[in-house]
């Protein structure tokens, strides 16, 4: 992500490497406001403005995957900045990306069999986790 944003031209300001860094260390597909919260610890007159910015540019480079969801807002992967599935619990908001390798594959089989051209995909699954499920039983 730091040569994406130095390639563009782009200043690798503290607040930038600070997103940076809370994208790179978690894998809970974090929300602008759980960065900004993280980022205000190291840098408390950091703006949320400085952060959707800076997501925005990062997602503009490829570098992170925006998941948006109705309800939930968008939550961002800085681990995998492609197309991959998702599971996510109906309960808690936990995202998991599980290892799938048929994705192209099933975006192949879905061009020839609709005629599209397709763009971008995203496949997602909905569920409890076994931290829910555990709760639950």
Not at 4 to 19: M, N, Y
Request: proline share 6%; glycine share 8%.
């Amino acid at each position: 992500m730091t040569a994406a944003l130095r390639e563009s031209g782009h200043r690798l300001t503290p607040q930038r490497l600070a997103v940076l860094e809370v994208l790179a260390d978690s894998r809970q597909h974090p929300s602008v406001e759980a960065i900004f919260g993280q980022v205000r610890q190291k840098f408390p007159t950091t703006s949320l403005a400085t952060i959707y910015k800076t997501v925005t540019l990062l997602k503009e480079l490829g570098q992170v995957l925006e998941l948006g969801f109705a309800g939930w807002g968008s939550r961002y992967d800085g681990h995998k900045p492609y197309p991959h599935p998702h599971v996510i619990c109906t309960r808690c908001g936990a995202i998991a990306d599980p290892q799938f390798s048929g994705m192209d594959r099933m975006a192949q089989e879905m061009e020839a069999k609709s005629g599209f051209r397709l763009a971008s995909h995203r496949l997602d699954f909905f569920g409890l986790c076994p931290a829910c499920q555990a709760r639950q039983d």
